[in-house]
């Protein structure tokens, strides 16, 4: 089965918002409200952002948010930081013999 | 604290086998399901495999069904990868993972990753 497919790239400038795309099928994505976002700063341990399609894990900044539209889930980060530069990842129940998939992963620049 | 600490890792020969480790503190380890993802150099975040609380349920990426085998021993709040018949694509950090979900949705905790390269 095929990974989500996210963005290779994305930038913007500090205090401006950005949005993240991933994009699956009826078979995951458009089919459970089960996706997640990870940031993951290299050498670091990858970090729960999102899950649920839009529930933040306590402890993470409002600044983040999900949403989802048929197949396409949607990462938003606002007024953004500096720290906000990493890569980011999406993942999805999926109906398949494998129960999670994830996104090829999205490297965002903070300009 | 709750953490995540992975070890094991290191340089093997393709065609040889290698077993992960990864130590839970901090909670209840017996409680919450478990993961290991990879991530190749230069590449992303990729699911290896699950293991269900009581380790009852188990499940691999097709990339290494037959190959590898997650295990768990909740006495000793530990997660195992067994990795038999290596290959040069297995070359990667190997992180554990935390479950908190009970739909493969909410990996809330993460090791540091423990390094596994394999040469040909």
């Known amino acids: 089965q095929s990974g989500l497919t996210q963005p290779a790239s994305v930038s913007g400038s500090p205090g401006q918002s950005i949005t993240i795309s991933c994009i699956g099928t009826t078979s995951d994505v458009g089919g459970y409200n089960y996706v997640s976002w990870y940031q993951h700063h290299p050498g670091k341990a990858p970090k729960l952002m999102i899950y649920e399609v839009n529930n933040r894990p306590s402890g993470v900044s409002n600044r983040f948010s999900g949403s989802k539209s048929g197949n396409t889930a949607s990462l938003t980060i606002s007024r953004l930081q500096a720290e906000d530069e990493a890569n980011y990842y999406c993942?999805?129940?999926?109906?398949?013999?494998?129960?999670?998939?994830f996104g090829g992963g999205t490297k965002l620049t903070v300009l | 604290e709750v953490q995540l600490v992975e070890s094991g890792g290191g340089l093997v020969q393709s065609g040889g086998s290698l077993r992960l480790s990864c130590e839970a503190s901090?909670?209840?380890?017996?409680?919450?399901?478990m993961n290991w993802v990879r991530q190749a150099p230069g590449k992303g975040l990729e699911w290896v495999s699950y293991i269900s609380v009581s380790g009852s349920i188990t499940y691999y990426a097709d990339s290494v069904k037959g190959r590898f085998i997650i295990s768990r021993d909740d006495a000793k709040n530990s997660l195992y990868l067994q990795m038999n018949s290596l290959r040069a694509e297995d070359t990667a950090v190997y992180y554990c993972?935390?479950?908190?979900?009970?739909?493969?949705?909410?990996?809330?905790?993460w090791g540091q990753g423990t390094l596994v390269t394999v040469s040909s």
């Open positions: 993942t999805s129940y999926t109906r398949s013999n494998t129960p999670v998939i």
């Open positions: 901090g909670f209840t380890f017996r409680s919450y399901s």
């Open positions: 993972a935390r479950d908190s979900g009970y739909h493969y949705d909410r990996f809330d905790c």
